[in-house]
C-alpha cells in the first residue's frame, strides 16, 4: 500500500525542484555571457536542470510505503525504512498541522522522523489538504497495527 501526500503538499514541494532548474538556467546564461571558463555555463546547466529534475521527481513522490514488515517512508532528500516492531508512536491526525512524525527505537537509542509529506500548514485554503493528510496518517496507524496483530 502506498499512501502520498495530499497533492497541494506535493505539488507545492515540486515547484521547489522547478525552481532550482530554472536557477540553473539562469545562471548558466549568465556564465555563458560572461565566459570566464568555457566548461563552466554547461555544468550549471547540468547541474541545475539535474538537481530541480531530481528534487521534483522525489516531491511528487512524497509519502509513505506500507510493505509487510516495515514503513517505506520519502521524504524530499532521503528515504528511511522503519520496522513495525520498532515504531513508539505515530502521529495523530491532530498532528499534521504541526510537524507529524513517527517515533522509533534503533539500537537503544530513540529516533523522530518528520513526514513532511503529510504537514499542511494551518489556514482556511487547507481544508481539503488537512482532512487529506488526517486520513492518510489513520489509514497508516491502522494498517501498521493490524500488521503487528499478524493480520
Excluded: N
Excluded at 534503533?106 to 503529510?118: H, I, P, S, V
Excluded at 489538504?129 to 488526517?134: H, K, Q, V, Y
Amino acid at each position: 500500500m502506498i499512501v502520498l501526500g495530499p497533492h497541494a503538499v506535493r505539488y507545492g514541494s515540486a515547484f521547489f525542484g522547478v525552481a532550482v532548474a530554472w536557477v540553473g538556467i539562469i545562471v548558466a546564461v549568465a556564465a555563458r555571457e560572461d565566459q570566464p571558463l568555457p566548461y563552466l555555463a554547461p555544468a550549471f546547466l547540468i547541474l541545475g536542470v539535474g538537481s530541480g529534475g531530481w528534487f521534483t521527481c522525489r516531491a511528487l513522490r512524497l509519502g509513505v510505503e506500507a510493505l509487510p514488515d516495515r514503513f517505506l517512508v520519502r521524504g524530499l532528500f532521503w528515504s528511511r525504512q522503519i520496522p513495525y516492531s520498532a515504531i513508539s508512536s505515530m502521529p495523530m491526525p491532530q498532528d499534521v498541522t504541526a510537524l507529524p512524525s513517527i517515533e522509533w527505537f534503533k539500537r537503544g537509542r530513540r529516533r523522530y522522523l518528520l513526514l513532511t509529506a503529510f504537514w499542511v500548514s494551518p489556514g482556511p485554503f487547507a481544508a481539503a489538504a488537512r482532512r487529506s493528510a488526517e486520513e492518510s496518517v489513520m489509514r497508516l496507524d491502522r494498517y501498521r497495527k493490524d500488521r503487528i496483530r499478524g493480520g
